[in-house]
């Protein structure tokens, strides 16, 4: 597996800083490695505000995720549901050190991508995921501790935002960029709703989510295609005439 992702011509892409792990994964699992989870211990890293100096991470992460996905279409647009990884080590919960969220911040970053970027969201999502973020966007601005972006929604701007990564490539970096208060929007949302839970229901919570993204995968082909159909040459193989 090591020369596989040494032999990888992307090494100079944003996969060499945060986008590594993410990219790691997705070509062991795509390229049928084995893959296992191992209990290791807390993965410590310095406390830091999610709220704070997000942008160039997430632009890096999610580029790769998007840009494998256009890699990998074929391995991963036939798959339905999901299994659990073979478990190696002993589980034990970990005691973490909390770390601080400034929510008010992450909710004011989102309220000024509600007014400012409207315009280049609409270019990503679709008409009724646009008008049912619009809801959400009132609800935040009416009463900032009390609303939730749910489960259903956040995977449909993920993968309108995957498809429009695929269908316009020069506007890759906007697009990008336009997602980060969506994201704070997302995780404001997940801190209210999780601040009463202990850490075993927040993992259930997590799993709610991913079985979200799960029950979106039909959605997410039908997308996939409609914008591969849209973006190929009108006529193929039609002959060039060619002008002295």
Not at 65 to 91: C, H, I
Request: hydrophobic share 45%; glycine share 6%.
């Amino acid at each position: 597996m090591l020369r596989r992702y040494l032999e990888r011509k992307d090494w100079e892409t944003d996969v060499a800083r945060y986008g590594v792990d993410i990219w790691m994964t997705t070509i062991a699992i795509a390229e049928g490695f084995r893959v296992c989870q191992s209990f290791l211990g807390a993965k410590l890293h310095d406390a830091k505000d999610p709220g704070a100096d997000l942008s160039a991470m997430l632009h890096q992460v999610v580029g790769s995720v998007f840009t494998l996905m256009k890699e990998y279409e074929q391995v991963w647009r036939n798959v339905t549901g999901s299994r659990p990884a073979d478990l190696f080590g002993f589980r034990f919960d970990v005691g973490l050190d909390p770390i601080p969220v400034n929510l008010e911040r992450m909710v004011k970053a989102f309220l000024t991508g509600c007014r400012e970027l409207r315009e280049i969201w609409s270019l990503a999502l679709e008409r009724e995921t646009l008008q049912a973020l619009l809801g959400v966007c009132r609800e935040a601005e009416a009463n900032p501790r009390q609303w939730r972006l749910p489960d259903y929604l956040w995977a449909r701007v993920i993968l309108d935002f995957a498809c429009a990564h695929r269908a316009m490539p020069v506007e890759r970096g906007h697009l990008l960029r336009s997602l980060t208060p969506l994201y704070l929007g997302r995780v404001a949302s997940f801190v209210m709703e999780t601040e009463p839970l202990v850490s075993a229901e927040v993992e259930d919570r997590i799993e709610q989510l991913c079985l979200a993204f799960e029950a979106a995968k039909p959605y997410l082909t039908a997308r996939w295609d409609a914008v591969g159909a849209a973006a190929a040459p009108a006529v193929q193989g039609a002959p060039v005439e060619v002008k002295p």
